[in-house]
């Protein structure tokens, strides 16, 4: 079986659908990772800061608290919820999985191998999705790196099972390193800043040009009504950025009746 085609197996293999909606800047609810998991949301979001040998959760460096991070925020309640240990709203599973995107605030290279150090208790438990030997293995958690994430990094992991946020505007002009091509076993997901993007037509072609690479969509900075998250649904864009999480929920549930 080619790389390609063990991918493309892995990801069609026992799949249940989840609400398509991304919890930005997930870090700053009351709950973090509960508020989402309570409205049937999985894909969080969290910034990170390498910081005095700590992984600190924060959206600027003024906004650092050293009792905020990463392994007490997300890893150890993730680690608790799939291992049955903590009961959640919305169960995480292989089939039913979580995406926890890491949005690198410091110096990249500095940054990863704390990172994947911290995943280490998700991957000893084998919860982490995971491209190895040419083939991707779903998870109960996929990490996917953002912001200054070292791209030569990700692409050099063998086994590899943290991965790239690529640009969706670039995809088809540009290449994650010589001789690779992108695809899911890389960037599971591709997103933009909506301003970016030429208008809805425009979107409408790199959702679709994404969904051709089995990549998914991600756009950020958006207006945050019923009109702007069913404009990104029409089109099948995975993962609809938000801040209002009951009712960009709500609104799924409704469109869904």
Partial sequence: MSSKVAVLASLAAGAIAVKPIHSHNDYTRDKPLFTALDNGIQSVEADIWWRDNKLLVA?????????????????????????????STTPLSKDSPLQLLIDFKTDGDDTYQP?????????????????????????????????????????????????????I???????????????????????????????????????????????KTRFWDTDSNEETWNKFWDAGSDWVNADDLEAISKAWDARNA
């Fill in 169 to 215: 505007l670039t995809l088809y002009s540009t290449k994650p390193a010589d001789g690779k091509e992108w695809g899911p076993e890389i960037a599971p997901l591709a997103s933009c800043q909506w301003s970016k993007v030429d208008g809805d037509d425009q979107m409408q072609e790199l959702v679709k040009g994404a969904h051709d690479l089995k990549i």
């Fill in 59 to 87: 959206h600027t460096v003024f906004d650092i608290d050293s009792s905020k991070t990463l392994d007490s925020l997300y890893i150890q309640p993730i680690l608790a919820i799939v291992n049955g240990s903590m009961e």
């Fill in 115 to 167: 990172l994947l150090d911290a995943l280490e208790p998700l991957r000893s438990a084998g919860y982490l999705t995971t491209f190895k030997d040419g083939s991707l293995t779903q998870g109960a958690i996929t990490v996917v790196g953002t912001g200054n994430t070292p791209l030569e990094s990700v692409v050099a992991a063998e086994p590899r099972d943290f991965f790239y946020d690529a640009n």
